[in-house]
């Protein structure tokens, strides 16, 4: 978490970035429609990036970009023919229209200098924290540290799962007994957040009209995430709240130079005015119409803060490390699920699960305390845990946890989320993306929502555009995104990228699942390392026993079209997976 709420603070991203940075940077450009490119410069653009990851810069020359990308033959003579130098222009072109357009704020820069082949590599590196400058309005909204994924962080998130889990469902448990001879509580605690009118610096009739339209604009796009509450109050008070009371402030200010506008974002803990978080975002009036300048703002800034895993979330998360207080367990057990998800751990499931159950007992109105169990339901089905339990019970299961929680809340993005899921996996695919394209609209910032509504489209055959919806949801949740990093694998590998599948399956590195563990096998199967799949396919026969003796099953209950299917089964075929016929 950066905090970066004093003026003249600086935040940059120091470091060379990781092989694992760059390559999932490439993909990101590969599956922006941002990228102009044909294929022929996309496959020259992904052999120099992995020849350097590999060492071998020295061996990129225009003779073996020809003979090994464009399929020349031996005579190929650089000095007669231009194709080399005419297709690394045309990759120069693309990328800057790329970072111009789509990817001004993507964590890696890659550059591919004139007058040379070998790309060059750089973390973004964001602008100090004072006027706007005519460079940084015109880059876009700037989101400094949004993006910046620290792994120890998340690693803690994963094991507190296991934690809040069990203090959440405990407490929860000793509530019950009040609960069976009293009326049940309406609502449980959550996070509630006051947004304040933001301020005007510049005191002009255009930066007033500004300010109040973005003020508007941020208390409606918030609005759409239900896991917090907003409020909406003229000045935000610094004593201590009572149970239950607003947690945090949101602050603006926002600061208008002719063209060029900054709008200065904190959060702030209302119990003692600490800044837990800050930012800014600079945009150019040149390139935006000013209602479009606003939603573009007000929809980063409720991305961020709002979202799950975002900064809310992870303030609520370290505060609830040892300890839950009263009245906030069941909002504690929405945030072990998200840890759960992190991993997707089936221990760590069972403890989740048990404890959204005994949520929804204490409060029958919590909308996304049901649709969350309805999607540990629908885990139990889709990653095969609890195999005592029957499919049908646990599909059964998500189908009346989904529908209590759409009547609850029609409008809750994660309830649509849920019945979406039921309904993929009851085969009604057309009735899931209805619902999907749904909550969608709802709500395009909820990355959560967006990434699983992208790989139900890519799943149903529309993988274009479902590939590049789970690619920006990777691009914009700070969390972690294993189960969205193995459904870019599933991407690859349908595009016949198998070297590409494979490393969006290692980034994913979701061991205790059993799907990924198949996902990997059928890569491995097709590039021919039966070393690596005979152990992936031993891991499965002790872990999941019988799991891979009906897996033409189990791919169908996945993947809609029989033509994917078919290719999915081939890769476990080579992997050395018996496979019967139809």
């Keep these: 978490m950066v905090i970066a709420g004093q003026q003249g603070a600086r935040v940059e991203r120091v470091g060379l970035p990781t092989d694992a940075e760059i390559l999932a940077q490439l993909e990101r450009i590969r599956l922006s429609a941002e990228f102009d490119a044909p294929d022929r410069a996309r496959k020259f653009l992904a ?49 800057e229209r790329y970072y111009l357009v789509a990817g001004c704020n993507d964590p890696v ?24 400058t005519a460079a940084s309005a015109s880059t876009g909204p700037n989101l400094s540290g949004e993006r910046s994924r620290q792994p120890w962080i998340w690693v803690g998130i994963a094991a507190l799962a296991l934690v809040l ?43 007033a009209m500004i300010t109040r339209g973005l003020t508007d604009e941020v208390v409606g796009k918030i609005s759409r995430f239900k896991e917090v509450i907003v409020v909406t109050r003229e000045q935000p008070e610094r004593s201590p709240e009572p149970t239950g009371g607003p947690a945090y402030a949101l602050e603006g200010r926002v600061r208008l130079d002719g063209e060029r506008l900054r709008v200065g974002i904190r959060l702030i803990q209302r119990s003692d005015g600490s800044v837990v978080w800050a930012n800014n975002y600079d945009e150019s009036l040149e390139t935006h119409k000013i209602i479009e300048l606003q939603e573009k703002a007000a929809a980063a800034v409720a991305t961020a803060v709002a979202q799950p895993y975002g900064v809310v979330f992870q303030a609520d998360a370290a505060r609830f490390t040892h300890s839950v207080p009263d009245d906030w367990q069941a909002y504690a057990c929405t ?29 029958p109105n919590y909308a996304t305390a049901w649709a969350l169990l309805s999607m540990t339901y629908i885990d139990e089905l889709r990653f095969r845990y609890r195999l005592d339990r029957s499919s049908p019970v646990s599909l059964e299961r998500a189908i009346e946890a989904a529908l209590r929680a759409v009547e609850l809340d029609p409008q809750d993005v994660r309830a649509l989320q849920a019945q979406m899921l039921t309904l993929f996996f009851r085969g009604e695919v057309h009735a899931a993306l209805a619902v999907g394209a749904r909550a969608f609209a709802i709500n395009p910032n909820d990355t959560e929502l967006a990434g699983e509504y992208g790989f139900r489209l890519a799943l149903s055959g529309q993988w274009r555009p479902g590939c590049v919806l789970i690619s920006q949801a990777i691009s914009r949740n700070p969390g972690p995104v294993g189960y969205f990093e193995a459904a870019l694998a599933v991407c690859s590998y349908i595009e016949a990228d198998y070297v590409a599948a494979e490393r969006w399956a290692r980034l994913a590195d979701l061991r205790a699942n059993p799907i990924y563990r198949v996902i990997l096998l059928a890569i491995l199967g097709k590039l021919g390392k039966t070393e690596e799949a005979r152990e992936e396919q031993k891991w499965l026969e002790t872990n999941v026993p019988g799991f891979l003796d009906n897996i033409r099953k189990e791919v169908a209950l996945r993947i809609h079209r029989p033509e994917d299917q078919q290719h999915f089964i081939e890769g476990l075929r080579e992997a050395g997976v018996s496979v019967p016929e139809n």
């Design 335 to 363: 945030l072990a699920y998200y840890g759960y998800r992190s991993e997707l751990n089936p221990k760590m499931h069972a403890s989740v699960q048990e404890c959204l159950q005994k949520a929804t007992r204490q409060f």
């Design 47 to 95: 052999y120099v990036i992995e020849e350097t990851i590999a060492g071998r810069a020295d061996r990129i020359k225009a003779y073996s970009i020809a003979t090994e990308v464009f399929g020349r033959d031996p005579s190929f003579d650089a000095q007669t023919d231009p194709a080399v130098r005419i297709e690394a222009g045309r990759i120069r072109r693309s990328l």
């Design 109 to 132: 820069v890659i550059k591919i200098p004139k007058g040379a082949y070998v790309p060059t590599f750089e973390r973004h590196v964001h602008a100090e924290a004072g006027p706007p």
């Design 165 to 207: 889990g069990g203090l959440a469902a405990n407490a929860l448990l000793r509530g019950t007994d009040t609960l069976e001879s009293g009326a049940r509580s309406v609502r449980p605690n959550i996070p509630k957040l006051v947004v304040t009118p933001f301020e005007d610096l510049s005191g002009t009739p255009q930066s």
